[in-house]
């Protein structure tokens, strides 16, 4: 099973609300990742997270917030979302191994994503 | 600055041609390339590419991973309308856990 699924599949949201993304995989990965593709644009990173702790922000405003509460589990919170901040979020997760395991677990599965629209 | 360029960025062909996506980069520390194809929402997993397992295949699609040239390819034949999508190349770097992604070329298979 290489599922990662994401809730919910649309959003819509003023620029004061505040909402959540949700992501949720049963892999056993440890580490998990927020992507936001543009339109005709690659995915781009926002946020890893390797063994629930924050490992990389790809300097990413502080108006997305992620959260990863356990190891299955990831969340971004949005608050005073801007208009350019509307666009496909991605979750992604990987297995997390030591360079010492010799394997390499480059292969990221994706979610469905949230298609995200702020007014 | 790590960087990945796909080519062409756009391909229309008829059912039953056959196709190639090219795939470069320029790394400090490469360590695998992946191929994912996107269609309308999440990019799917196709092939992992290292040092140790240069040339996949599955079905249709096979695709070869060239050290020297520091480039891969991704080849379709007898191509089908479910083929159309936007296919992303990817390397991962040694050190670091994420991928860096190129910018997708849009593949269009006309009956």
């Known amino acids: 099973d290489t599922e990662v699924t994401q809730t919910p599949k649309h959003l819509v949201m003023g620029m004061t609300n505040k909402k959540s993304l949700k992501c949720e995989q049963h892999?056993?990965?440890?580490?998990m990742y927020w992507y936001k593709q543009k339109a005709k644009k690659p995915p781009e990173l926002m946020f890893v997270y390797s063994y629930e702790k924050l490992s990389i922000n790809e300097s990413v405003p502080s108006r997305f917030s992620p959260e990863c509460p356990n190891s299955s589990l990831l969340n971004l919170h949005l608050h005073a979302l801007q208009p350019e901040d509307s666009a496909l979020y991605l979750c992604?997760?990987?297995?997390?191994?030591?360079?010492?395991?010799?394997?390499?677990?480059?292969?990221?599965?994706f979610g469905p994503g949230t298609r995200l629209t702020v007014l | 600055e790590d960087k990945v360029v796909q080519s062409p960025l756009s391909l229309v062909v008829h059912e039953g041609d056959t196709v190639t996506l090219n795939c470069s980069y320029e790394?400090?520390?490469?360590?695998?390339l992946l191929w994912y194809k996107q269609e309308k929402k999440a990019p799917t997993f196709l092939f992992m590419l290292t040092s140790s397992g240069i040339e996949k295949k599955s079905g249709r699609l096979s695709s070869i991973l060239d050290k020297k040239e520091l480039s891969s390819i991704l080849n379709i034949t007898a191509t089908q309308t479910g083929d159309s999508a936007i296919y992303l190349c990817a390397v991962g770097i040694q050190g670091a856990q994420k991928l860096v992604f190129g910018q997708g070329t849009r593949l269009t298979i006309n009956p």
């Open positions: 992604a997760s990987s297995q997390f191994l030591t360079p010492s395991s010799g394997r390499i677990t480059d292969t990221q599965y």
């Open positions: 790394v400090t520390n490469f360590r695998s």
């Open positions: 892999m056993g990965h440890r580490a």
